[in-house]
């Protein structure tokens, strides 16, 4: 399955953004997706979860509450909605698939799949 992750850019803090992710090759109904953020200088960590069809999901201790991770197997495509967003939120942010599901896929060594990364600058 490719992934294409897009949407970022460069938004103030308290701002809004949602990022999608396309996927091809493959149906993504049977996948488990999550989205993960590399900042600079930085590991990629994981950010948030959302299981095959759509009905558990799951997100890092510092975005709980302001993103939201979603899918429409129908389109092939996950979002991830980021409100109230903070420059610590800066970063290269990654899509990436993992076939099945997997209820603790925090780590990137579950997801074997990964699209590029679409940047986001949060200015204070």
């Known amino acids: 399955v490719q992934l294409q992750a897009s949407g970022g850019g460069l938004v103030q803090a308290g701002d809004s953004l949602r990022l999608s992710c396309g996927a091809s090759?493959?149906?993504?109904?049977?996948?488990?997706m999550g989205w993960f953020h590399r900042a600079a200088g930085k590991d990629r960590d994981f950010v948030a979860t959302?299981?095959?069809?759509?009905?558990?999901?799951d997100y890092a201790d510092s975005v709980k509450g302001r993103f939201t991770i979603s899918r429409d197997n129908a389109k092939n495509m996950v979002y991830l909605q980021m409100n109230s967003l903070e420059p610590d939120d800066s970063a290269v942010y990654y899509c990436?698939?993992?076939?099945?599901?997997?209820?603790?896929?925090?780590?990137?060594?579950?997801?074997?799949?990964w699209g590029q990364g679409t940047l986001v600058t949060v200015s204070s």
């Open positions: 959302i299981s095959p069809g759509g009905g558990s999901t």
């Open positions: 090759g493959r149906t993504i109904d049977t996948y488990t």
């Open positions: 990436a698939a993992r076939l099945g599901y997997s209820r603790s896929a925090y780590h990137t060594k579950y997801y074997p799949y």
